[in-house]
């Protein structure tokens, strides 16, 4: 009964910005920690950036500087705003969500990813 939506992907030239956004929906009580993922062709998912109810985030050096976590909890949204792409950021991007339902039970979804294209 939740559902998790991911926008904002699209083309874009190397030096861009693009922010990506992440819609938790349906039977929620309350959301633990939130997460971006990514999958290039040929390569493992990997984690992009991640945050916390109560505020904290985790960056890998890859786009430390760069990416930007961020939530809206009144509305149950994820942001991951993206400056200075380059074409290695190219990939599926994933939202991953983590917390409890209103029956009480804990979920951990994801949704079904956003293309992002870095290239000139």
């Known amino acids: 009964q939740v559902q998790v939506v991911e926008s904002g992907g699209g083309l874009v030239q190397p030096g861009g910005s693009l922010r990506l956004s992440c819609a938790a929906s349906g039977s929620i009580s309350s959301i633990y920690a939130m997460a971006w993922y990514r999958q290039a062709p040929g390569k493992q998912r990997e984690l992009v950036a991640s945050i916390t109810s109560g505020g904290g985030t985790n960056y890998p050096d890859s786009v430390k500087g760069r990416f930007t976590i961020s939530t809206d909890y009144a509305k149950n949204t994820l942001y991951l705003q993206m400056n200075s792409l380059k074409p290695e950021d190219t990939a599926v991007y994933y939202c991953?969500?983590?917390?409890?339902?209103?029956?009480?039970?804990?979920?951990?979804?994801w949704g079904q990813g956003t293309q992002v294209t870095v290239s000139s």
């Open positions: 991953n969500t983590l917390g409890r339902r209103s029956d009480g039970f804990r979920f951990d979804y």
